[in-house]
């Protein structure tokens, strides 16, 4: 089973890879927004957990989200694999992904981390603003917060996947197919 964590700063190009390495791979991606807003919607145990918990203003804790992850991973038990993508955001919920996985007989197969200058993250963000919609993609402030957050909260999970082999750093800049490529030849060689 090849199961990927896509990883990189806010604007690094996730969701665009994630597009391409699904059809390429035939991987289900596990984005845990997602995962929290469907199992709100179908009104599971989980769900309604998370949902009372999000209306309180407070995070959803990993076990929940681990458990929201363990039931779509039996939910597709024949997959070519999965793309994780929001998750795991620390190391504690690395460790948690691992075990589940474990119990489930497969494990993470590799991180593919895009790296992109901080000054290109902003540029392609503010762009990508001007059709997103999204307010925190208007604003240059907020924009360099995330990637600030990112650099310091998220980018340390990367020695975290180092330490098991797994890291695979892929350079973000070029075209899309330029990246799909790299990525690709990664995957291919694992």
Request: no cysteine; aromatic share 4%; charged share 25%.
């Amino acid at each position: 089973m090849l199961n990927l964590v896509l990883f990189g700063p806010p604007g690094a190009g996730k969701g665009t890879q994630s597009s391409l390495l699904m059809q390429k791979y035939n991987l289900i991606h596990l984005s845990t927004g997602d995962i929290l807003r469907s199992e709100i919607a179908a009104g599971t145990k989980l769900g309604l957990e998370a949902k009372t918990l999000m209306d309180r203003g407070d995070l959803v804790p990993d076990e929940v989200v681990i458990g929201m992850i363990s039931s779509k991973l039996d939910n597709n038990l024949t997959a070519n694999g999965f793309i994780f993508d929001g998750f795991p955001r620390t190391t504690a919920q690395a460790t948690a992904l691992d075990i589940l996985l474990k119990e489930k007989g497969t494990s993470i197969s590799s991180m593919l981390s895009l790296k992109v200058a901080d000054d290109e993250l902003i540029r392609r963000l503010l762009e990508r603003g001007k059709n997103s919609g999204r307010a925190d993609d208007k604003n240059e402030g907020i924009i360099a917060n995330r990637i600030n957050e990112y650099n310091n909260k998220t980018a340390p999970l990367k020695e975290f996947y180092s330490s098991q082999n797994k890291l695979y750093e892929i350079e973000g800049l070029g075209s899309v197919e330029d990246i799909a490529q790299k990525l690709n030849s990664v995957i291919d060689n694992l």
